[in-house]
C-alpha cells in the first residue's frame, strides 16, 4: 500500500477512535475504569499484587502522600493497574502543567521531520535575526536543553518575581511569547543549563509560524490546534486532549494542557514504542532518541524530558538512578504530574494530583516504589 494513503487510512481510524482504543490496548483491566476509591489490578506474573495494591492504596490514603487523585500503571500496552480518588474518574481532565513541555517537544520533532524547522540552524525568531543581536546564535537545540542562555528566574522567591509567573499570570500573559523572548542574554547560548517554562512557549510560538504568517489570535490557535489534532492528538487517540492558548494565540506549550489520566498514559506509551502505534511510526526514532540523550550541561535532562541518570554535586536528584534501570525517563509537572516510563520493564505510569512542590519527594518515592515492584525484562 501506498505510504500516504496508509497514512491516511491510520488517521481516519485514529479519528474514529478506534485505532485508539486497540493500539495502546487500553481494555486490560475488563474495558472499565476503576470507581473512585477502587483500585483495578491486573495480575502480572512476577508482580506481588497483595504488595502492589498495598503501595498503591497509600498513595491515596496516607497523609504524607496527599493529594492523588489519578493513577494509571500500563505494562506491554495494556493497563494493569488504575485508581481515582473520589470525585474524579476516567473522564477527568487534569492539567499537565510541566508535562506539556514533552508535548512541545514531540510538535517541534514533527515539524524538523517534515523539514520545516532545523535542530541546530538559529531558531527563527524574527526580533533577534536583527543585525549585531547575539541571540541569534541560539538554536533549536539550544532550547530543547533549556540551554538558551536567556536571563530567566524559575521558581523563585517571592513567586511574583519569577519569570515564569509573570509570563503566565501578570504583565507577559497576554502576550507570552513577546515577554519570553524579549529577554537579554545571560549566557553564551548552549552553555548554561536553566530550566525555563519560558523557554517552551517560545518553542511555541516558532511552531505556529510554520503554520501561518497571520498574526490573528484565532487564526494562530486555529492553525495550532488542527496541526495538533492531526499529527498526535488523533493518531494517539488522546480525545481528550485540550490545548490551551494565550490572548495572542499561542500555545502554553510549557504549562497548560489538560487531558485524562488514559490518555496521559498514552503519550508515554508513544514515547515508550519510539513513537510508533500499532507498529507504524508516526515518529521518527531518531526524534526520540535526541529527546532522550542527556543534554550537554546537565545528564538528567534531554530534550525538554527529564531523564534516570545522576546529577551533578549540588543539584537535587530528579528520578531514580539507584532504584530504577538507567533508560526511564520522566515528564513532570508541578504540583506532582508524573508521566514516568520504563522501557525495559515495559511500563508507562502516571500519577496525577495536587501535592505542593515543596513536600513532593515522599510521592516521587512511593512511585519509585511501585514501579522497582515490576520485573525487568
Not at 34 to 54: F, Y
Not at 171 to 179: A, L
Amino acid at each position: 500500500m501506498e505510504a500516504g494513503m496508509k497514512h491516511r487510512i491510520l488517521l481516519a481510524l485514529a479519528a474514529t477512535g478506534l485505532l485508539g482504543a486497540t493500539a495502546f490496548g487500553l481494555y486490560g483491566i475488563e474495558g472499565r475504569a476503576a470507581d473512585s476509591g477502587e483500585t483495578m489490578i491486573v495480575d502480572v506474573p512476577g508482580v506481588p499484587t497483595a504488595a502492589l495494591n498495598a503501595e498503591i492504596d497509600k498513595l491515596f490514603n496516607e497523609d504524607e502522600f496527599a493529594e492523588t487523585r489519578a493513577l494509571v500503571i500500563m505494562r506491554g500496552g495494556e493497563i494493569v493497574a488504575e485508581r481515582y480518588a473520589p470525585g474524579y474518574d476516567r473522564g477527568t481532565r487534569f492539567i499537565s502543567w510541566s508535562m506539556a513541555k514533552s508535548v512541545t517537544a514531540v510538535l517541534v520533532g514533527l515539524m524538523v521531520a517534515d523539514g520545516r524547522l532545523a535542530l541546530d540552524a538559529p531558531a527563527p525568531v524574527p526580533d533577534w535575526q536583527r543585525p549585531g543581536d547575539p541571540r541569534g546564535a541560539i538554536t533549536l537545540r539550544h532550547l530543547l536543553h533549556m540551554s538558551s542562555g536567556l536571563q530567566h528566574s524559575e521558581a523563585g522567591d517571592p513567586p511574583y518575581d519569577s519569570d515564569e509567573v509573570r509570563m503566565l499570570f501578570l504583565d507577559g500573559r497576554d502576550n507570552m511569547v513577546r515577554y519570553a523572548e524579549g529577554q537579554p542574554l545571560e549566557a553564551e547560548p548552549g552553555s548554561k543549563f536553566e530550566y525555563s517554562t519560558n523557554t517552551s512557549v517560545i518553542l511555541s510560538d516558532i511552531i505556529t509560524r510554520q503554520l501561518t504568517d497571520s498574526k490573528d489570535p484565532d487564526v494562530r490557535r486555529r492553525a495550532m490546534l488542527e496541526y495538533m489534532r492531526g499529527r498526535l492528538i488523533e493518531p494517539l487517540g488522546m480525545a481528550s486532549m485540550v490545548p490551551e492558548f494565550d490572548a495572542s494565540g499561542t500555545l502554553i506549550g510549557g504549562s497548560i494542557i489538560q487531558a485524562n489520566a488514559r490518555d496521559w498514559a498514552k503519550f508515554g506509551e508513544f514515547l515508550r514504542n519510539k513513537g510508533s502505534i500499532a507498529g507504524n511510526q508516526f515518529l521518527t526514532r531518531g526524534w526520540v532518541d535526541f529527546m532522550l540523550t542527556s543534554s550537554p550541561n546537565d545528564p538528567a535532562y534531554g530534550g525538554h524530558i527529564w531523564l534516570n541518570k545522576p546529577r551533578a554535586a549540588g543539584l537535587k536528584k530528579v528520578l531514580y538512578p539507584d532504584l530504577l534501570p538507567g533508560d526511564v525517563f520522566a515528564a513532570q509537572g508541578h504540583l506532582g504530574q508524573f508521566v514516568i516510563v520504563s522501557p525495559s520493564q515495559k511500563l508507562t505510569l502516571v500519577r496525577l494530583g495536587k501535592t505542593q512542590d515543596d513536600v513532593l519527594d515522599p510521592v516521587k518515592e512511593q512511585l519509585g516504589r511501585i514501579l522497582a515492584l515490576f520485573p525487568r525484562d
